[in-house]
């Protein structure tokens, strides 16, 4: 079973201790984030402009391969920019998971969305494009300040207090903005890569409740669908 976490957590921490030990068990599991999210990563190998969708994509395929996962079809877990990804791979390889499981991004229609959604949508997504470009442009102290002054919107994103799963404060950054600025460069160049809806079972869920939806995942992996 493959973990793809999104923004702004690193291998685990958007899993946590929700991930059943029985599914660990049964499964060979990996945990996986974007370049530059991870827990071990070090300002030292910060690269300039982040990375590309078409670069992602070709990490995470050679990734796949240097583990030997692409021998058997396998399972994939994904949240937010995560669960992007996992729909682009899937659209590449449609034959290479079993089974999909994405958390808060789905295949979305924008223009079935609720007209309100949409201002708050566009909204953040430029907001955090704009702090990333100032960052790369100007200072990436400017760029952190113009990034953390909308904290509070972060409580949406963040797990509350008395969850269990937790990411510091010191690994979230601008740096880890750059998938909102590839987006947006693509969408205005008209270079967007194209997305199918995924042959294989897929289940999505909105996480409101993470213990729920990863008890969800262990029965989803007991049944044959």
């Given at each position: 079973?493959?973990?793809?976490?999104?923004?702004?957590?690193?291998?685990?921490?958007?899993?946590?201790?929700?991930?059943?030990?029985?599914?660990?068990?049964?499964?060979?599991?990996?945990?996986?984030c974007l370049p530059g999210y991870s827990?071990?990563?070090?300002?030292?190998?910060?690269?300039?402009?982040?990375?590309?969708?078409?670069?992602?994509?070709?990490?995470?395929?050679?990734?796949?391969?240097?583990?030997?996962?692409?021998?058997?079809?396998?399972?994939?877990?994904?949240?937010?920019?995560?669960?992007?990804?996992?729909?682009?791979?899937?659209?590449?390889?449609?034959?290479?998971?079993?089974?999909?499981?994405?958390?808060d991004v789905g295949m979305v229609d924008?223009?079935?969305?609720?007209?309100?959604?949409?201002?708050?949508?566009?909204?953040?997504?430029?907001?955090?494009?704009?702090?990333?470009?100032?960052?790369?442009?100007?200072?990436?102290?400017?760029?952190?300040?113009?990034?953390?002054?909308?904290?509070?919107?972060?409580?949406?994103?963040?797990?509350?207090?008395?969850?269990?799963?937790?990411?510091?404060?010191?690994?979230?950054?601008?740096?880890?903005?750059?998938?909102?600025?590839?987006?947006?460069?693509?969408?205005?160049?008209?270079?967007?890569?194209?997305?199918?809806?995924?042959?294989?079972?897929?289940?999505?869920?909105?996480?409101?409740?993470?213990?729920?939806?990863?008890?969800?995942?262990?029965?989803?992996?007991?049944?044959?669908?």
């Open positions: 079973m493959v973990f793809m976490a999104g923004f702004p957590d690193n291998e685990t921490s958007g899993w946590g201790s929700a991930l059943p030990e029985e599914l660990e068990k049964k499964y060979r599991c990996i945990f996986m827990q071990v990563y070090h300002i030292s190998q910060d690269r300039p402009w982040g990375y590309d969708q078409e670069e992602i994509l070709t990490m995470i395929d050679a990734t796949f391969n240097f583990l030997g996962l692409k021998e058997h079809p396998f399972h994939m877990i994904a949240h937010d920019w995560g669960a992007f990804y996992a729909l682009l791979y899937t659209t590449r390889h449609p034959t290479a998971v079993s089974r999909l499981i994405l958390c924008p223009f079935s969305l609720p007209i309100l959604t949409i201002p708050y949508i566009i909204f953040y997504q430029l907001y955090f494009t704009m702090a990333y470009i100032i960052s790369q442009v100007i200072s990436m102290s400017l760029g952190n300040m113009i990034f953390w002054w909308c904290k509070a919107y972060f409580q949406f994103m963040m797990p509350t207090p008395h969850d269990r799963f937790h990411i510091p404060e010191s690994e979230i950054s601008v740096r880890k903005c750059y998938p909102y600025y590839y987006l947006w460069r693509r969408l205005l160049t008209g270079s967007m890569l194209k997305v199918r809806f995924p042959t294989c079972p897929l289940l999505f869920m909105v996480r409101l409740c993470l213990s729920i939806a990863f008890y969800s995942i262990y029965l989803l992996s007991l049944i044959h669908i």
